[in-house]
């Protein structure tokens, strides 16, 4: 912001330093003769003129087209267990008229008694392509997973599909989408690569000027495996406490199901989240 602002200074600084530089061009010029009356300036005028302006504007900054935030929280406890929790999530989106490109990456720390009881990393990508005038779209999303916990410890999958629009209000936001895909596993006991579908629904509203819930849920039923499946889920709310700053403060819960899974790695992973976010 800073840097923003001083190069904005400096911008009309150099605007007002060209104006008076060409003030005794603009005196010599004169004003047309059936014109004088209403000031309308000569050919010669107006071209300079114009072209102080189009200056002026190549000066301005350009805002950027992506929306990015970091939220990032962690609680502690000491006693007859002592437990530390972090976790850090950074997201930025991109929407224009005919395409949306939505990032995503998260990381989650846990130790319980000294012990490590959480270390999972993810990060996925999804781009969202419209139609004019329709509410259907196509989709391709590509995600990785890292996580020490779990009886696979990274996890790749991809899904393309189409999409359609339900409500697109200003304060409201909900659209389904269907594909198709496969999830690849690595130090796995089940490392073949697996056919799956997706089913996925995602919902945004401004429930006040300063309060917006989002939520989303994905169901991928495996087309190898007949009865398995894997669903993500996950609910927010945001109340923005600093407009200055964009600061909120924040309130989540994950919940993510593998219905095939080895133990001692657990089928269910609930996470529940506190934290603050910042707006950039």
Known sequence: PEMTAISS??????ACAALVLAA???????????????GVLSPEAAVLFGALQEEVAAEAPVASPWTSKVNAGGSASFG????????????????????????????FYGATDGDRSDNKFEASLRND??????????????????????????????FVGAGYQFVKEDDFEFSGRVGLGGAQEFNSPNDDFRFEAVIGADLRWDMTEKTELTASTEIFPSLSDGGEF???????????????????????????HQSENVAPAQKDDFRLLFGLQFEF
């Open 9 to 14: 200074r400096l911008s009309s600084a150099a």
């Open 24 to 38: 005794p061009a603009l005196a010599s010029l004169s004003l047309e003769p059936d014109a004088a009356d209403t």
């Open 80 to 107: 007859n267990t002592d437990k530390q929790d972090a976790f850090a999530i950074f997201t930025t989106q991109r929407e224009q008229a005919e395409q949306k490109t939505s990032i995503r990456a998260g990381y």
């Open 129 to 158: 392509w419209f139609f004019n005038g329709s509410p259907w779209s196509i989709f391709a999303q590509a995600e990785y997973k890292y996580d020490e916990f779990q009886s696979w410890e990274h996890r790749v999958t991809g």
């Open 230 to 256: 894997r669903t993500l889920s996950r609910v927010g709310v945001a109340t923005l406490l600093d407009e200055e700053l964009n600061m909120s403060f924040t309130a989540g819960l994950e919940h993510e």
